[in-house]
């Protein structure tokens, strides 16, 4: 691939990933959430580059957040949220073939799980000064549900709208 253009990809996805975070700011971020931007979490189907700009989006998006005051986790979020993003993003490649009736539902699962687990723990930190099982759990299933909107229902439906359009699926691979 042309690496200028694999560049430039890289850094539409990071800036659409921003920008749809930022939008819907008052969701994206706090205790109940359905971070939208990560339905781009599901790009790396495509190809293993778009890892990268995913987990740029979600690392500027955090920090635009708490410049703004808008992500309340903070600094937490910024490295442990960006992490969570990135590994789910990797996880979500490597499935990337397995699919359930032609969708990539395992790679959709990565997101919802990672995501729930490790921003449920920066939201129980948060909110209880330490770990505590009770609102570990009530965090993690609340993130898990928000993600499962912007993974399973949104992203599923992104990859096979790009699928079925020659132009866009060679945008995101080629």
């Given at each position: ?139 993690a299933i ?14 599923v439906l ?17």
């Amino acid at each position: 691939m042309n690496k200028s253009k694999n560049i430039s990809r890289q850094a539409m996805i990071a800036a659409m990933y921003t920008v749809i975070g930022l939008i819907f700011a008052p969701l994206s971020f706090g205790t109940v959430q359905v971070r939208f931007s990560e339905t781009l979490t599901l790009l790396p189907v495509f190809a293993s580059s778009n890892i990268w700009g995913v987990t740029l989006g979600c690392l500027i998006t955090n920090i635009i957040g708490l410049m703004t005051g808008a992500n309340i986790l903070g600094s937490l979020d910024i490295i442990f949220g960006t992490a969570a993003t990135f590994f789910a993003a990797v996880l979500t490649y490597l499935f990337r073939k397995i699919r359930i009736k032609n969708m990539p539902m395992l790679s959709a699962l990565p997101p919802v799980i990672i995501n729930a687990v490790v921003v449920g723990w920066e939201l129980c930190i948060m909110i209880n000064g330490s770990f505590n099982p009770v609102v570990f759990w009530a965090q993690a299933i609340s993130v898990g549900l928000g993600q499962a909107v912007s993974c399973m229902v949104l992203g599923v439906l992104m990859v096979r709208i790009i699928e079925k359009h020659p132009a866009l699926k060679e945008m995101m691979t080629k």
